[in-house]
């Protein structure tokens, strides 16, 4: 399995303090209810965010990983949203009571000589402990900031009173998109690039990388990624290892969507393999990966899927389930 070991948990918290942090931006902070600290946790991660019954969103961490006593997280406004941070926004206050799950990190920082660190608008929520660890040892490393304006840049001022001239404000009202030829350079092995922000963004910074070295690029979608389609059984079976059963997945539903059927307990989030909460571990066959979590690497050793939106190049799938 990859990433960190996911804290299913479900934990209370109550939100003890709620700021506007730039145009249609919030940040909470959350702490245990009644007491005690949080699971302890990396830079990348994120959190379940549940609601209400039917809402669960999944948003990241973006304080000090060093300090357990209080998870803080920020949330934009998406008025396009499916209704997620319209709740957070109109209905979260200060002092309110609020169930969480995990955290849980497909996103987690690597060990390098240097970093180069690109954010587009909210997408500077997972860097932030990213470049609280980094600033800690002497490695070089910068951070490339983007949004629509200086004031829809949630902790523009605080960055750059914390890193100075490691921190380069780039508001597209001002300055245009990002020239990521020469933020990002000329490839080479000895820096790695995390980059999260919208899906142009990303997709660019995918386009400007693809001569790099494999693995210095990592990236966090909020939005499931467009997918190529493959040629894969439009109905396969799936084997439960643990239970001996064998399912037939449909063509017009999802494995996740028969395995509940059939009663078996499968975590889920997102429903669209961008979160990792329903990640489960591959003992053969070879999945049709859908997601939007794992690297070209992790997809090639075929041995997790996220059972939400992928399905199976080959006609039987067996689970660790």
């Not at 000090?64 to 008025?79: C, G, K, T």
């Not at 989030?269 to 690297?295: F, K």
């Not at 997790?304 to 199976?312: K, T």
Request: proline share 7%.
């Amino acid at each position: 399995m990859r990433g960190d070991t996911p804290v299913e948990d479900e934990i209370d918290t109550e939100i003890v303090l709620r700021e506007d942090v730039a145009d249609g931006v919030i940040r909470l902070v959350l702490r245990p209810y009644p007491s005690g600290d949080f699971p302890a946790w990396q830079p990348g991660a994120h959190i379940d965010v549940l609601l209400d019954d039917s809402l669960v969103r999944q948003y990241s961490l973006c304080g000090d990983h060093a300090d357990r006593s209080v998870f803080e997280i920020a949330v934009l406004r998406e008025p396009l949203g499916r209704g997620g941070s319209a709740f957070v926004h109109d209905k979260l206050a200060e002092g309110d009571r609020v169930r969480i799950r995990g955290p849980r990190n497909h996103f987690q920082l690597v060990e390098a000589p240097e970093y180069v660190f690109v954010a587009g608008g909210i997408g500077i929520t997972p860097l932030l402990p990213m470049m609280r660890q980094v600033a800690r040892s002497d490695v070089p490393w910068r951070l490339v900031y983007g949004g629509r304006s200086r004031s829809s840049m949630a902790f523009r001022e605080e960055l750059v009173c914390w890193y100075g001239d490691r921190v380069s404000i780039q508001p597209q009202d001002e300055v245009g998109l990002l020239d990521l030829r020469t933020e990002v350079g000329s490839p080479r092995a000895d820096v790695a690039i995390y980059c999260c922000g919208p899906e142009p963004l990303l997709l660019a910074i995918e386009r400007q990388c693809q001569e790099w070295p494999t693995g210095c690029l990592h990236i966090e979608r909020f939005a499931p990624k467009l997918q190529q389609s493959v040629d894969a059984p439009a109905s396969f079976e799936v084997e439960l290892a643990r239970t001996g059963r064998t399912l037939t997945v449909p063509e017009n539903r999802t494995i996740v969507d028969v395995l509940e059927e059939a009663g078996v307990d499968v975590p889920v989030s997102c429903m669209e393999g961008t979160c990792g909460t329903c990640e489960t571990a591959v003992l053969d066959g070879i999945p049709d990966h859908r997601d939007s979590i794992l690297t070209d690497a992790e997809r090639a050793a075929n041995d997790v899927v996220f059972v939400c939106v992928s399905r199976s190049r080959t006609p039987t799938l067996r689970l660790d389930r």
